[in-house]
């Protein structure tokens, strides 16, 4: 079995900062990419940041030069830094994963529970 978990989430005021993180684990073989995706209110999941097995990065328009993915392969964990939060940056943000749990297996996807990020104006 394969857990992904989030934490970070919560109320902050816009211009403020959160870090978010996604623990990976269970049995886990390797780990390909891993994204961020967010929902906010009335509208679909939507791809926040995403970042590769070799550390390769991508980032929606939206929070580019603002938000910063990362992680740590050590502790099968990803990280999301927020900083200038804007209110439109209200959802709740969801951990992703690529993960094969033993030699030879295919890929399956994987998601977290999803942490709640409310930025207040």
């Known amino acids: 079995q394969v857990q992904l978990v989030e934490s970070g989430g919560g109320l902050v005021q816009a211009g403020g900062s959160l870090r978010l993180s996604c623990a990976a684990s269970?049995?886990?073989?390797?780990?390909?990419?891993m994204a961020w995706y967010r929902q906010s209110p009335g509208k679909q999941r939507e791809l926040v940041a995403a970042?590769?097995?070799?550390?390769?990065?991508g980032y929606a328009d939206s929070v580019k030069g603002r938000f910063t993915i990362s992680k740590d392969n050590a502790e099968n964990t990803m990280y999301l830094s927020m900083n200038s939060l804007k209110p439109e940056d209200t959802g709740v943000y969801y951990c992703?994963?690529?993960?094969?749990?033993?030699?030879?297996?295919?890929?399956?996807?994987?998601w977290g529970q999803g942490t709640q990020v409310t930025v207040s104006s």
């Open positions: 970042i590769t097995s070799g550390g390769s990065t």
């Open positions: 269970g049995v886990i073989f390797s780990i390909n990419a």
């Open positions: 992703n994963a690529e993960i094969k749990r033993l030699p030879g297996d295919v890929e399956f996807d994987y």
